[in-house]
């Protein structure tokens, strides 16, 4: 076969060509870290990459559930914190009530304070986070308590809050309210608040029976709040690390090796400087150069 000049062009300009695009390529992928750049590049990086990065978006949502679950409980806990430090107060002034040697006058000074104590009882049951009442079940636009010196008024939601924090794994954000903040702690404040003013001992006494029984109520449900925010962090933990290997997973997917993309730059620049110059010389030859 006869191989012209224009075959020798051509095939020199094809190869060139080539060169540039290899050139072309490898400094994309150093400029972007990137092995590539559009899913032709690679097609099974590329539908590897949309996997992993479905599984991390999924990562972070279960990360903002966790933030809103740590919300919940840990302003549930502080909430039943202060309760406890409030009811602990209002058994000291019962014991002090039921003294023989106080006047009804005393007595009355002292239901003064049980009636604060019980407006505070029920400003923390109508707690809020983030505008939304915790203490209340699922019907978190409502309080839970609308009067303090009406029993009635106490609402009887107590639908389990859920929040998913891992796929298949639901946690109960709320605490069983009803343990708390329910119709009898209301009457038993009430209660205690009259006696107090009539000075009815008999009655003060059988109050102090049903206080010290929701105390425990309290005390109970504290410890299983504690015992769900303990799974609560586990899951979180274990989050985290998903998200670890998941970013790892991607990254190794996805990212370019620098230190080889640099060495084959280098390689392919030496090359491509080799084709110039052999092109140059194969190009160079024209009908005045032979006349010369």
Not at 33 to 47: H, L, Q, T
Not at 158 to 172: D, H
Not at 243 to 258: F, K, Y
Request: glycine residues 6%; proline residues 2%.
């Amino acid at each position: 076969m006869r191989v012209t000049q224009s075959m020798l062009s051509q095939n020199s300009l094809r190869q060139l060509s080539t060169s540039y695009g290899k050139l072309g390529k490898l400094q994309e992928q150093l400029s972007t870290g990137k092995k590539i750049s559009r899913p032709s590049d690679d097609p099974v990086v590329a539908m590897k990459g949309m996997y992993y990065r479905t599984n991390l978006t999924e990562l972070e949502q279960y990360k903002r559930n966790l933030s809103e679950s740590y919300a919940w409980m840990e302003n549930s806990e502080a909430a039943l914190d202060h309760v406890q430090s409030v009811m602990h107060r209002a058994r000291e002034l019962m014991v002090q009530g039921g003294t023989d040697t106080l006047s009804p006058e005393d007595r009355k000074a002292i239901a003064v304070e049980i009636e604060q104590l019980k407006e505070d009882f029920v400003q923390v049951s109508n707690t809020q986070v983030a505008g939304r009442y915790i203490f209340n079940g699922t019907a978190i636009d409502k309080p839970r308590i609308t009067d303090a010196n009406d029993p009635s008024s106490v609402s009887t939601e107590n639908s389990p809050f859920t929040i998913e924090v891992s796929r298949g794994i639901k946690l109960q954000a709320n605490i069983n309210v009803d343990n708390v903040f329910n119709k009898e702690m209301m009457e038993v404040w009430n209660g205690i608040q009259t006696a107090l003013e009539t000075s009815d001992m008999d009655s003060l006494k059988g109050f102090m029976g049903r206080f010290d029984q929701q105390t425990d109520l309290i005390s109970a449900e504290r410890s299983e709040l504690g015992a769900r925010y303990n799974r609560l962090e586990m899951v979180d933990n274990r989050i985290g690390y998903q998200e670890v290997v998941a970013t790892r997973i991607l990254s190794d997917n996805e990212d370019a090796d620098i230190e080889r993309v640099i060495m084959d730059l280098t390689s392919q620049e030496s090359v491509h400087r080799a084709s110039l110059g052999v092109g140059a010389r194969i190009l160079q030859p024209s009908l005045l150069d032979f006349l010369r």
